[in-house]
């Protein structure tokens, strides 16, 4: 047994553990799925305006009887400035999605990963030591740090903690 100061390591804590962070990142994931939605929002908007603008254009054309000026018919001329640049936004906007999209991948695979370590955990480890192990090693294989912003994770608490014993 250990004194007051090394508390014991018990299997079921990084069973939690494991399956906290997959809930964080699970979490994460619905909040940038919300972002998401407000983004296909968003570009359904952006392509109605530019439907609008493309039919006004042609019922404009179509509807002339009137000879042409060089510049096209009275009445049909279209904004292609700002034609394109809402053309240019909704391309923007479809890379953030598509970046937003892969990025939530990662983060639910990451999330399964976890879910799947705590299983292993909970299944094949008894020593509270060789659970901490595998968590670190596992966190460091996947730079799991890089996907908590607001939360340490146990590959920086046992770095944090290397590094002031070192001092």
Do not use: N, W
């Not at 929002?41 to 952006?46: L, N, Q």
């Not at 809402?86 to 990025?103: F, M």
């Not at 020593?127 to 670190?136: F, I, K, N, T, W």
């Amino acid at each position: 047994m250990s004194d007051d100061t090394d508390p014991e390591l018990v299997v079921e804590d990084f069973v939690d553990y494991c399956h906290t962070q997959a809930g964080l990142l699970s979490g994460r994931v619905e909040t940038m799925r919300a972002e998401a939605d407000d983004l296909l929002s968003e570009i359904d908007e952006d392509m109605a305006e530019l439907r609008s603008q493309l039919e006004d254009h042609a019922a404009a054309t179509e509807g002339t009887e009137a000879p042409s000026t060089p510049g096209g018919p009275a009445g049909a001329d279209i904004d292609i400035e700002a034609f394109e640049d809402v053309e240019r936004d909704v391309k923007e906007k479809q890379q953030l999605l598509e970046a937003k999209q892969t990025r939530m991948e990662i983060f639910q695979k990451l999330a399964g990963a976890y879910t799947d370590l705590a299983e292993e955990l909970d299944a094949d480890v008894d020593d509270g030591e060789a659970a901490l192990s595998r968590v670190v090693e596992f966190e460091a294989e996947r730079d799991a740090p890089l996907y908590f912003e607001e939360r340490g994770t146990m590959l920086e608490a046992a770095t944090d903690s290397e590094s002031e014993e070192s001092e």
